[in-house]
């Protein structure tokens, strides 16, 4: 796998998501500005992945910083914080990799450290969020292939993968923890309209990882539901509430609805930094609007009249009832899963 994002000495390298599959292009960050506009213009996107880049961001930016004293290295922090902070709503990855970093800054400040200490436990706590994501989904991955028969065709929607992460996937974690299983996985890969996430990104992952692979048209997944043989589907999510409704890329809760229809289980993959157990339903998760543009043109071609009134939400909700389980680095959550998630949250914090 190619690393989604690392350090090169003292800057972050990304590989640029926008121009996949046809040309691998490393973006170079060397301020928490540059990471914030990575973030906000996806040349990172997924949600653990802008989780990792947020704290990785802070991280750089503290390192920069010529401060003399933890005063004004504070007001700095806070600024940093804030501005990675303000760059995507929905994802709630993003602001738990940022209170990750508070968190340590205001122990090491406690304790009474020195900028530079500062500055060290800011970049091992970076460090820290990194790995244990890559951790979270090889344990995702395992989890997950428990549910996947021997021989299974699977839908995904999206991209969960490695570079909807640090490394490894979500949903695309479980696919490759059923194949590292010995089980024979085939998977129909959704488009993924408009940013062509599925067509771009997924069937790019899994055809190097070589996984038999088709891609479909978001609006053929219910009839290949009813005339072939899809097993699951599996898919990520930007944001789990206490119940069990998940926010995931729009598209995904029309897929739910067809499943559920066809009888076919459907499975959200997502690490513990994805649940919200203070957002008591998904009516309370935050719906990202994203540019026209993404819809009105495919590249440099324009697809809409001028004059034509777009809509373009990146992510939809789907209800907790269409949801056969939620997977996890923790274990696997069933309804009721305002119980089983805070078991789940539970265990997490005793570990």
Sequence with gaps: MLPTIAWDDDQIVMIDQRKLPAREVWV?????????????????????????????????????????GTKQFTTEF???????????????NLFWGIERMKQTFAEAAAAGASVDELKTRLRSAADRIHDDDVASCRAIGRFGATLVPDTACILTHCNAGALATAGYGTALGVIRGAVEAGKRVSVLADETRPFLQGARLTAWELVRDGIDTTVITDNMAGALMRTSTIDLVVVGADRIAANGDAANKIGTYSVAVLAKEHGIPFYVAAPMSTID???ADGSGIPIEERPEREVTHVGTSRLTPVGAKIRNPAFDVTPHRFISAIITERGIARAPFDASLRALAGQASRA
């Design 277 to 279: 157990l203070a957002t």
């Design 28 to 68: 170079r960050c060397a301020t928490a500005t540059q990471v914030a506009k990575a973030i906000t213009t996806m040349v990172i996107r997924g949600a653990p992945a802008i989780g990792v880049a947020a704290a990785m961001g802070i991280a750089l930016e503290a390192r920069r910083s010529r401060a003399a």
């Design 78 to 92: 806070q600024k940093t914080c804030d501005l990675l902070a303000a760059t995507r709503p929905t994802a709630v």
